[in-house]
T-cell receptor
Framework: EPEVTQTPSHQVTQMGQEVILRCVPI?????FYWYRQILGQKVEFLVS????????KSEIFDDQFSVERPDGSNFTLKIRSTKLEDSAMYFCASSGRNRNTEAFFGQGTRLTVV | RKEVEQDPGPFNVPEGATVAFNCTYS??????FFWYRQDCRKEPKLLMSVYSSGNEDGRFTAQLNRASQYISLLIRDSKLSDSATYLCVVIVTGNQFYFGTGTSLTVIP
């Protein structure tokens, strides 16, 4: 069964450093997302990406964040100058050829900023 | 105002019990509705989509009430493996998924 894969599974970084979280969405999907979940809190939308550009983003997704689809398979989230409060689980998701269809999530990258 | 609201629980039920969760959404223009399940420290996994006519998948039944703007999930004959957090998810417009805070279920032997 096709799945979304994310690397690394756990990333520890020092405050102020840049991190890149990587995702390989399901191959025939067209919509890609990043979500985050701070421990004990709900899943929060960060950004959606379609047709090689950001289609929607939340208030959380400020200038510190950027996304890229550098080739036909990878989808990355870059966090510049990380802060302690960026510590969370980051989930990548993808959904199919039509809008409003269900999304499938990767296993997540646990980011710890120290 | 929250887009999606759920009773966080926790719900503690014995094996074999029937349990129901409700979720309300604020935007009447909401277009698609889903229930996801999330195990501790794992990713959300799609449980089922919710259709206007209601739909059933084995022990799970989902209902949508557009007039009252709520979604429900009924689990019959609860199993220990049903213990998880159940997330109500709504797409309003475009392709942004709004998650509820989740309802915690523990099925007790």
């Amino acid at each position: 069964e096709p799945e979304v894969t994310q690397t690394p599974s756990h990333q520890v970084t020092q405050m102020g450093q840049e991190v890149i979280l990587r995702c390989v969405p399901i191959s025939n999907h067209l919509y890609f997302y990043w979500y985050r979940q701070i421990l004990g809190q709900k899943v929060e939308f960060l950004v959606s990406f379609y047709n090689n550009e950001i289609s929607e983003k939340s208030e959380i997704f400020d200038d510190q964040f950027s996304v890229e689809r550098p080739d036909g398979s990878n989808f990355t989230l870059k966090i510049r100058s990380t802060k302690l409060e960026d510590s969370a689980m980051y989930f990548c998701a993808s959904s199919g050829r039509n809008r409003n269809t269900e999304a499938f999530f990767g296993q997540g990258t646990r980011l710890t900023v120290v | 105002r929250k887009e999606v609201e759920q009773d966080p629980g926790p719900f503690n039920v014995p094996e074999g019990a029937t349990v129901a969760f409700n979720c309300t959404y604020s935007n009447s223009a909401s277009q698609s509705f889903f229930w996801y399940r999330q195990d501790c420290r794992k990713e959300p996994k799609l449980l089922m989509s919710v259709y206007s006519s209601g739909n059933e998948d084995g022990r799970f039944t989902a209902q949508l009430n557009r007039a009252s703007q709520y979604i429900s999930l009924l689990i019959r004959d609860s199993k220990l493996s049903d213990s998880a957090t159940y997330l109500c998810v709504v797409i309003v417009t475009g392709n942004q998924f709004y998650f509820g805070t989740g309802t915690s279920l523990t099925v007790i032997p």
